[in-house]
């Protein structure tokens, strides 16, 4: 069916823009990547529904492992596989409620096919499976009590020290509009903040802004240079700091779902690691920003 | 300021009449990536047009004044300084490369004889003093005319240095770098009415600063939800009200408008008032999310309206009003058949700019094969013109081009199929008090005024 030809070709060719997306000068583009999620659940569900209902109507009743064998035929073949594999199973998206392409189409519910591996997994809807968690090595949830962040009472700001130009720039959470520079207080953005900080680490998403946790209440004053940031913190470890971690960095798609498959992932899940033990030892950062 | 707009008709089109002015750029069919335009902005007395491009330069051209002497009343807009605005960064961490791509440009209104601009690449806002020098300090003491010290055994006598004229020297030269406070992909700017305070927009969260302070950002605005996997909407523009310093408006990938009070709460998540145009069910494809991302949004300059650029259609919004547009107008309906291949080469994704003539009565919007469009809100016509080098006569009247979908094709139509989709004019600007228009093509800028403004002053 042309139709359904379309779905599988969109399909394919999503996939491929999510893959070189990843290559890109200047980092992945969320927007543009969120916009062909939406390309992709829109083709997989016609797919879908497509299938089922070809099924349905051929065959009343149905081993589920022909069913399986015959979606397996449909799945993405070569590397686009791993992508279906980091993609759907980190994705929810928004269902939507009916949708065309060119001819109105039943709007069938998607049968839960529960899936063991990767391939069935871009043709059902994405269930979080701990079995499909990434190993241990990268983004572990095991170590999970030791991301239990310190959240902060009174403080909703965010600083960044940029050892380079030595440059302070606090983000504060919230704008005050006629007491800008009054003293700290709670403002109604803080317990939304709070809640946000929290780091749900069933799904691999990596956040490049938490990777370190605040070290308590901040005072709320400038931070003017390097010296003087150094001279007032008693957390940070100021003699072994040689360079920080930033926190800083483009979150595109590496917040938007896992890369267990890729080099970059690789180097990024060595870093966190790194930066953990060095949280917890106080030494060797690398070149990093957020301070506290 | 009185802007004359055509109420006449004219038999072959009614409304204005543009005449190509002129032209900026390479002529080179090859265009370096460098040099492709990416952001185009008058002033707030339209006497200077500054364009940013790929490559992180800002060029900032300076209209002459009118000579009483030449045919046409408006002066030349030609080159009054270069420099560069952003140098390509590195993030170790990712080991991504930040873009120099200078993706917006905002004019502060002018307070003494300098000029001063905020320019944008996708992490670092800079504020760039553009001042002229037409005066040296000679006759030093200690010093040769060429700098070097003298040798003091020399110096008999003592001199007071005076200043001396020189040629025009035009310095651009950064006072403040906001860097350091986004995360995602910074989109817009917008300065505030306040004149002290601007937003910076990113995909989730929008920043508020004050022009004088560097370290300190104040989060007005935060769309990102707690697990990304939850994402389904990011920020596409922001932008401040024109005369209201609280109110801000910002748009999203959703095809929602949403308009804030930052007098309501500290954090400006909840909206005062939401604009979104239901979907029609029928019209629903495969790319219905993409064509509804709203690619740029404008207030009015009453501040009355708002206006919204999607894939195909310019929407008119009351800011009274949140249920629908109040106008709509279709830009380029032609390619709503081409959804699927616009998406393979990417092109579904480009942002094309709009904006407002000086006095909201006409909105102005690029498109591809080098084609702009206007609509006039008034008479409710509408034109598509083309800003091609082939056409760049001085001063000659742009025709009206046509994009026929249908097996006959009229003499002067194009068909869908013949458009170029390489060439496309995603950014325009409209002279705030007169009807000159910049429009940019991939590398080019034309500048394009009304014809029927010189006219009646001849």
Redesign the interface.
């Known amino acids: 069916m042309e139709c359904a030809f379309?779905?599988q070709n969109?399909i394919s060719?999503s996939l491929r823009?999510i893959q070189s997306s990843r290559t890109q000068?200047?980092?992945i583009?969320?927007?543009?990547n969120?916009?062909v999620t939406?390309?992709l659940r829109?083709?997989r569900q016609?797919y879908m529904n497509k299938n089922l209902s070809h099924i349905q109507r051929t065959q009343q009743y149905e081993d589920v492992a022909a069913v399986r064998e015959r979606q397996e035929y449909l799945e993405i073949t070569g590397s686009f596989k791993e992508l279906t594999d980091d993609f759907y199973c980190?994705?929810?998206?928004?269902e939507?409620?009916?949708?065309?392409?060119g001819a109105h189409q039943p709007n069938d519910q998607p049968a839960e096919v529960a899936h063991q591996d990767a391939s069935a997994c871009a043709m059902v809807s994405p269930v979080s499976d701990s079995d499909l968690m990434v190993p241990e090595a990268c983004w572990s949830c095991v170590e999970k009590s030791a991301w239990e962040l310190p959240v902060p009472n009174t403080t909703n700001q965010k600083t960044?020290l940029?050892l380079d130009?030595h440059?302070?720039?606090?983000?504060?959470?919230?704008?005050?509009?006629s007491d800008?520079c009054a003293q700290p207080k709670q403002?109604?953005?803080a317990h939304?903040?709070t809640?946000?900080r929290?780091m749900?680490t069933n799904?691999y998403?990596i956040?490049?802004?938490f990777y370190l946790p605040d070290f308590g209440p901040v005072p709320f004053k400038?931070?003017?240079a390097d010296e003087d940031s150094n001279g007032d913190s008693d957390q940070l470890d100021s003699s072994n700091i040689s360079n920080l971690?930033?926190?800083?960095?483009?979150?595109?798609l590496?917040?938007?779902?896992s890369w267990q498959h890729t080099d970059?992932e690789q180097?990024?899940a060595t870093?966190t690691i790194c930066l953990k033990q060095t949280l917890l030892t106080g030494s060797g950062w690398?070149?990093a920003?957020e301070a506290f | 300021n009185v802007l004359v707009i055509s109420a006449e008709a004219d038999d072959e089109n009614s409304g204005m009449e543009w005449c190509f002015s002129q032209v900026k750029g390479a002529i080179d069919d090859e265009v370096a990536e460098a040099d492709i335009i990416s952001t185009v902005e008058f002033n707030s007395t339209g006497d200077l047009l500054a364009t940013g491009d790929k490559g992180g330069r800002i060029v900032i051209f300076q209209q002459e004044p009118e000579s009483k002497n030449q045919p046409q009343c408006r002066g030349e807009y030609n080159v009054y300084s270069t420099f560069q605005s952003h140098e390509p960064e590195f993030?170790?961490?990712?080991?991504?490369?930040?873009?120099e791509?200078i993706n917006k440009i905002r004019w502060l209104p002018q307070k003494n004889a300098a000029h001063y601009l905020l320019s944008t690449n996708?992490?670092t806002i800079k504020l760039w003093k553009i001042s002229e020098r037409d005066k040296r300090p000679e006759g030093y003491n200690l010093k040769e005319e060429d700098g070097r010290y003298k040798d003091f055994t020399t110096i008999a006598s003592l001199q007071v240095p005076v200043f001396k004229p020189m040629d025009l020297m035009v310095e651009a030269s950064p006072r403040r770098?906001?860097?350091?406070?986004?995360?995602?992909?910074i989109?817009s700017i917008s300065v505030n009415s306040d004149n002290e305070t601007y937003l910076s927009a990113d995909?989730?969260r929008i920043?508020?600063w004050h022009q004088e302070i560097?370290?300190?950002?104040?989060?007005?605005v935060?769309i990102?939800?707690?697990?990304?996997?939850?994402?389904?909407?990011?920020i596409?523009a922001a932008e401040f009200h024109p005369n209201q310093c609280?109110t801000l408006l910002y748009s999203s990938?959703k095809g929602i408008i949403r308009l804030c009070d930052?007098?309501a709460?500290?954090?400006c998540?909840q909206h005062v008032k939401l604009f979104e145009e239901p979907e029609d069910?029928n019209s629903?494809?495969?790319?219905?999310?993409?064509i509804s991302?709203i690619a740029d949004v404008k207030f009015s300059h009453s501040g009355r309206y708002m206006m919204t650029r999607d894939y195909l259609s310019v929407k008119i919004w009351d800011v009274n009003m949140e249920t629908r547009p109040i106008e709509t107008y279709q830009v380029n309906e032609y390619l709503r058949s081409k959804l699927?291949s616009l998406?393979?080469n990417?092109c579904i994704?480009d942002k094309f700019e709009c904006c407002w003539s000086g006095d909201d009565s006409v909105v102005m919007t690029g498109s591809y094969n080098n084609f702009f469009r206007m609509f006039d809100r008034g008479c409710r016509h509408d034109v598509t013109l083309e800003a091609s080098r082939e056409h760049c006569k001085p001063q000659s009247v742009l025709k009206p081009r046509r994009v026929t979908t249908g097996g006959k094709r009229k003499k002067d139509e194009i068909s869908v199929d013949s458009l170029d989709f390489n060439r496309k004019i995603l950014h325009t600007a409209w002279h705030p008090l007169d009807n000159i228009i910049a429009v940019a093509t991939t590398n080019n800028l034309f500048i394009f005024q009304d014809k029927l403004n010189q006219q009646l002053t001849n």
């Open positions: 379309d779905a969109l060719i823009k000068r200047g980092g583009k969320l927007h543009k969120l916009l939406y390309v829109n083709a016609f980190n994705f929810t998206g928004v939507s409620d009916s949708w065309h392409c960044v940029d130009t440059v302070v720039t606090t983000v504060t959470n919230g704008y005050f509009h800008c403002p109604q953005g939304y903040y809640k946000k929290k749900d799904y998403i956040d490049p802004e400038r931070m003017r971690i930033s926190v800083l960095g483009s979150g595109g590496s917040e938007f779902m970059l180097i990024f870093q690398t070149r920003i | 993030d170790y961490l990712k080991s991504l490369e930040i873009e791509k996708d992490k770098v906001f860097a350091n406070a986004h995360t995602y992909h989109n995909d989730l920043n508020l560097t370290d300190q950002s104040f989060n007005i935060d990102k939800p707690a697990n990304m996997e939850d994402l389904t909407e990011v596409t609280q990938s930052l007098r709460a500290a954090l998540d069910p629903r494809s495969f790319f219905s999310e993409i991302s699927c998406y393979e990417d994704f």
